[in-house]
């Protein structure tokens, strides 16, 4: 068997605040991501990401509303991940980001669902928000990869996460589709309690630039490696969404593709919030896609019609967990 490299077992330490190691670093708990909670996640207590050290998972099924080169013709073999560490107040998955919904299960069995996923001719395979659960992830991604997974591995994050754990995914993730939500502290303070968002994202997507450098596609369109920044346009904020543009563009040119999208749905915790509780209009989209073809944007994605629709946020029923939990037996 292959020795651990030091990043790996970095990484694993981080989750039981073995980092550094020794009995008082132990009782740190866990410093997986930017939030650094020191939740005893281990002994089942649960960290700002909602949730403790088991695997759970609310949905695992073919998905159509990505980007065109995601979803394919035939879907994107969606896995959401219940729990976030960003936990934004305007959030579109309450649901499951508050990690109350989902079923507990293995890293063995995640490895299952993704050989399901790509057995129903799922394009890829698309984590949605794993980060709080990295090295459980990886482990699944490695034994299903030994099993005879071979579709793209599809990393979507919120890019609030460590550049040094992403690093542990090298060589395993295929397409990283991070967002960048702000550039302003101010704003990520606001509304996801992270003002060190920008800075942590910037060098979140640096490293992900560093591990996929070129986008390329398959002969039917679909993406096999590279990175699709993503960014949510909010309601009275095209101002803030010029200048990620302009930031993605300056820096990484058409080394990525820019997904402008103007899908937000307000949702009943903002209901009342004077920008956060209306959509965003035509007018807006339309000003930030005139700026992107102005500066230059060669490479991006936009959503067209009318998209800010509830439809488009997924039952989160445990479709593709539970049915395989109950054939396989597993625990939960
Ligand atoms: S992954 Fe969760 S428990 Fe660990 S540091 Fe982040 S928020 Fe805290």
Not at 94 to 110: K, N, T
Request: glycine letters at 10%; one cysteine or more.
């Amino acid at each position: 068997m292959k020795p651990k490299s030091e990043t790996e077992t970095r990484i694993e330490d981080e989750t039981a605040g073995k980092h550094s190691a020794g009995k008082h670093e132990a009782a740190r708990g866990c410093r997986l991501c930017p939030r650094a909670c020191g939740a005893n996640r281990r002994g089942g207590a649960r960290g700002r990401c909602g949730v403790a050290q088991e695997l759970k998972v609310a949905r695992a099924a073919l998905h159509m509303w990505e980007e065109p080169c995601i979803s394919g013709e035939e879907g994107s073999g969606a896995v959401f991940f219940s729990g976030c560490a960003l936990g934004c107040i305007y959030c579109q998955n309450r649901d499951i980001s508050r990690g109350e919904r989902g079923a507990v299960i293995s890293a063995e069995h995640l490895a299952e669902i993704f050989l399901e996923l790509q057995e129903q001719k799922a394009n890829n395979i698309n984590l949605v928000t794993a980060g709080h659960y990295l090295p459980q992830v990886k482990e699944a991604l490695v034994s299903a990869k030994r099993q005879g997974l071979r579709i793209p591995i599809v990393y979507n994050s919120s890019a609030y996460e460590k550049a040094e754990a992403l690093r542990a995914l090298e060589g395993l993730v295929d397409v990283y589709l991070p967002d960048f939500k702000y550039l302003s502290p101010e704003l990520a303070g606001n509304y996801s309690d992270a003002p060190d968002y920008p800075e942590t994202a910037m060098d979140a997507i640096r490293e992900m630039v560093r591990q996929r450098p070129e986008p390329v596609f398959d002969a039917r369109g679909n993406m096999t490696s590279g990175v699709i920044v993503r960014h949510l346009l909010l309601p009275g904020h095209v101002r803030e969404a010029k200048r990620i543009v302009k930031y993605l563009h300056e820096e990484y040119g058409n080394r990525i593709y820019i997904s402008m999208m103007n899908q937000y749905t307000p949702m009943p915790q903002v209901a009342n919030d004077e920008l956060l509780g209306r959509r965003v209009t035509k007018r807006e989209y339309e000003r930030l896609l005139a700026y992107a073809q102005e500066i230059g944007v060669e490479q991006g994605f936009y959503q067209e019609g009318e998209t800010a629709r509830e439809s488009f946020i997924p039952e989160f029923d445990g479709q593709g967990v539970i049915a395989k939990k109950r054939r396989a037996g597993g625990s939960g």
